[in-house]
């Protein structure tokens, strides 16, 4: 089996598609994570104290050196000073905003004590309706209940550190894990086709190891493929965040990383956490698109139509967002999700008798049980189809 | 060594590719003739166990290949009508990639292969790219690759159509070479192909076997009714309605026909030995 899983893996990798999207996905991916990343800070810009606007690596240095202030759990006390502080340095911010000759992007410092109180107070329910000097916030005791109801854990409090390049290398890897899905269609999806189309089906169906053997060695080439190739992702961003901050910020709340993203995420998870479970929800919905390129590699007739049925089949999900249905059926689909992870944390956690399962764990044993069932369906067709 | 058909049919919707046939193969070289559509493929991707029959099952010692998997296709090697390969890899590494999936271990395989190369000469063009081969040289490279693992039962589906003449009796004489031992069962409907090398014959016909024997005996069936007769050219039109001629041979002063009769046709005919394109031409008439 293995040396013909070698033979597989031979013949997929001779073909320019598998290269071509192989490269133009690492390019991709690439791109996400030093775009969103930014471990050297090239796109960084940071107003120093005395006003000086710097860039690249000094800027992110500075900016680490800011955060730390804030670094810790969320408590009253904590939230009171960052409070003070906001107040005694916001004029000066916004001169030095005013006077800063530049009209590059200006982040202030990174930790932005507006957002840490915002979801502190959000997170605590303490001044619900109240209006602080420079926010105003929106929900109150009667709109949180029932989150609380659903998300008790949302409740605890938060805790704040240096974030923002772990944040970027998050979404990077859910980026690219879903990049993977696409190079899947190319590269991967003339395994089946392929011998069709080159009418030697009867050769492998009539050799000793058989129609059988030979649907599992390729099947098993292009997972072990497909799970290099994610680990490989995964490994080298994180490697590389690793690197350059160690791990710095996987201890940070999962709502002080990203306010756009995450804001409305109930759930009480690190980001840590949360970069765990999205590897392990991106890499089951990469199965499940392998899952779906394999069966349309094995219904058609040449590679084209492999590649055109495997897309067609993996965003068919699409259709559900038409539908009122609910989120934790419609996120299961990858192509539901994308780049995307932070509806997936929205959705709360899913109970099975005495079991509590966090959603994306849920939802990830579910793609993985549908992909088993394509796999045998595909096999079934593979065996009881006649050579061409 | 047998392979047996018991009450063999397939069926694809309505029609009838193979009806109710019954026939045992041992060791020798079969040759397989029958008009295009007349089932000879069917049969033969029923050996193959690449289909089922609708009915009926096929023996392999008394097994059957349905249940025999592995065991069976172990022994099988099989050149298919339209032979498929991957026209970038070269004829050594294709015939790798087979020696893989007949189980040669990475060690036995090179040795084999060399050997196989050697036997069908092409140990020449062993690192040519298939798709600088000529038509001839990729079927010796479907022969070799079906006799990579010294198969029992060698089947070859019309191996020589498209095949040039020179390549043609180069095919011919390898079959015959690499047949000893084994069971050898080609399909064709070019006569030239089993002339000299079959050792028995079966004559298929919408579905069935029509006819079958050793070349001698059912040469013998034509005893007699085989004629040979010089006519000038003017009339050699009326005998063509009046007989079933098998081919027509012209001179300076006139045509020689050959043609099939019962009796003496004509006073001037003269009775010759059947040959097996006669005997082809005969079943095909016969049972129109």
């Known amino acids: 089996m293995c040396s013909l899983m070698k033979m597989e893996f031979g013949k997929l990798v001779r073909q320019k598609s598998f290269w071509i999207s192989l490269i133009v996905f690492i390019l991709f991916m690439l791109e996400c994570y030093f775009g969103w990343v930014s471990p050297l800070g090239d796109d960084f810009y940071i107003l120093a104290e005395d006003g000086t606007l710097l860039n690249g690596s000094e800027a992110v240095s500075q900016d680490r050196q800011d955060s730390e202030r804030y670094r810790g759990v969320l408590s009253d006390e904590w939230v009171a000073q960052i409070v003070q502080n906001e107040r005694d340095n916001?004029?000066?911010?916004?001169?030095?905003?005013?006077?800063?000759?530049t009209s590059s992007p200006i982040s202030i410092s990174a930790p932005n004590a507006k957002r840490l109180?915002?979801?502190?107070?959000?997170?605590?329910?303490?001044?619900?309706?109240?209006?602080?000097?420079?926010?105003?916030?929106?929900?109150?005791?009667?709109?949180?209940?029932?989150?609380?109801?659903?998300?008790?854990?949302?409740?605890?409090?938060?805790?704040?550190?240096?974030?923002?390049q772990w944040g970027g290398t998050l979404e990077a890897v859910v980026t690219g894990i879903f990049l993977l899905n696409i190079f899947v269609f190319f590269g991967i999806s003339p395994v089946f086709s392929e011998e069709r189309a080159k009418k030697m089906n009867a050769l492998l169906f009539t050799s000793r190891f058989g129609r059988r053997k030979c649907f599992w060695a390729k099947t098993l080439t292009v997972y072990a493929i497909g799970t290099v190739l994610a680990a490989g992702t995964v490994l080298l961003l994180t490697a590389i965040t690793h690197l350059l901050f160690g791990t710095e910020g996987l201890q940070?709340?999962?709502?002080?990383?990203?306010?756009?993203?995450?804001?409305?995420?109930?759930?009480?998870?690190?980001?840590?956490?949360?970069?765990?479970?999205?590897?392990?929800?991106?890499?089951?919905?990469?199965?499940f698109t392998i899952s779906l390129t394999i069966l349309a590699s094995v219904l058609a007739k040449n590679s084209l139509d492999a590649f055109i049925l495997s897309m067609v089949l993996s965003v068919s999900p699409l259709i559900l967002r038409i539908f009122r249905i609910p989120d934790e059926i419609k996120l299961i689909a990858p192509v539901n999700r994308m780049f995307d992870f932070s509806g997936v944390m929205s959705v709360p956690d899913v109970s099975f008798r005495s079991m509590r399962v966090a959603y994306s764990h849920a939802a990830a044993g579910i793609l993985l049980c549908a992909s088993a069932v394509i796999i045998l369906c595909a096999c079934t067709v593979y065996n009881r189809r006649a050579a061409d | 060594m047998e392979l047996q058909l018991e009450n063999v049919s397939k069926n694809?919707?309505?029609?009838?590719?193979?009806?109710?046939?019954?026939?045992?193969?041992?060791?020798?070289?079969?040759?397989?003739?029958?008009a295009n559509g007349s089932g000879k493929t069917t049969m033969i991707r029923l050996l193959c166990n690449l289909q089922k029959p609708t009915e009926g099952r096929i023996l392999f010692d008394g097994k059957d290949i349905k249940k025999a998997g592995q065991n069976y296709r172990s022994i099988l090697g099989y050149l298919p009508q339209d032979f498929g390969y991957y026209p970038d890899f070269t004829c050594y590494k294709f015939l790798f990639y087979i020696a893989t999936l007949k189980g040669f271990s990475k060690k036995n395989a090179p040795d084999r292969i060399?050997?196989?190369?050697?036997?069908?000469?092409?140990?020449?063009?062993?690192?040519?790219?298939?798709?600088?081969?000529?038509?001839?040289?990729?079927?010796?490279?479907?022969?070799?690759?079906?006799?990579?693992?010294?198969?029992?039962?060698?089947?070859?589906?019309?191996?020589?159509?498209?095949?040039?003449p020179q390549e043609r009796v180069k095919f011919r004489n390898l079959v015959h070479r690499i047949a000893h031992g084994r069971t050898v069962i080609l399909s064709t409907h070019i006569v030239s192909d089993i002339e000299y090398t079959a050792t028995q014959l079966l004559f298929m016909r919408l579905g069935q076997i029509v006819g079958s024997g050793t070349p001698d005996s059912l040469l013998q069936q034509l005893d007699g009714k085989i004629w040979e007769c010089s006519v000038p050219f003017g009339e050699a039109d009326q005998y063509y309605d009046k007989f079933k001629i098998i081919s027509q041979i012209n001179h300076e002063d006139g045509c020689t026909l050959r043609l099939f009769h019962e009796g003496k046709p004509m006073e001037a005919a003269k009775q010759v030995k059947a040959n097996l394109e006669d005997l082809y031409l005969y079943h095909f008439d016969k049972t129109k």
């Open chain 2, 12 to 34: 694809y919707g309505t029609l009838r590719a193979l009806k109710q046939v019954n026939y045992t193969f041992t060791e020798g070289i079969y040759g397989l003739l029958g």
């Open chain 1, 90 to 101: 916001e004029a000066q911010i916004e001169g030095m905003i005013q006077n800063a000759e």
């Open chain 1, 252 to 287: 940070c709340s999962i709502q002080l990383v990203e306010p756009f993203l995450y804001q409305d995420c109930p759930t009480a998870k690190t980001l840590g956490t949360v970069i765990v479970d999205a590897v392990l929800l991106s890499t089951a919905g990469l199965f």
């Open chain 2, 114 to 164: 060399i050997e196989v190369l050697s036997q069908v000469d092409l140990l020449d063009v062993k690192d040519k790219e298939i798709r600088q081969l000529s038509g001839g040289m990729r079927q010796r490279l479907g022969i070799a690759q079906a006799i990579l693992n010294d198969p029992k039962l060698l089947i070859l589906d019309e191996p020589t159509v498209g095949v040039d």
């Open chain 1, 117 to 164: 109180v915002y979801y502190y107070f959000v997170n605590t329910d303490k001044l619900s309706g109240r209006k602080l000097d420079t926010l105003v916030y929106h929900y109150g005791e009667e709109e949180l209940r029932p989150v609380r109801d659903v998300f008790p854990e949302s409740a605890q409090p938060l805790y704040y550190e240096y974030s923002v």
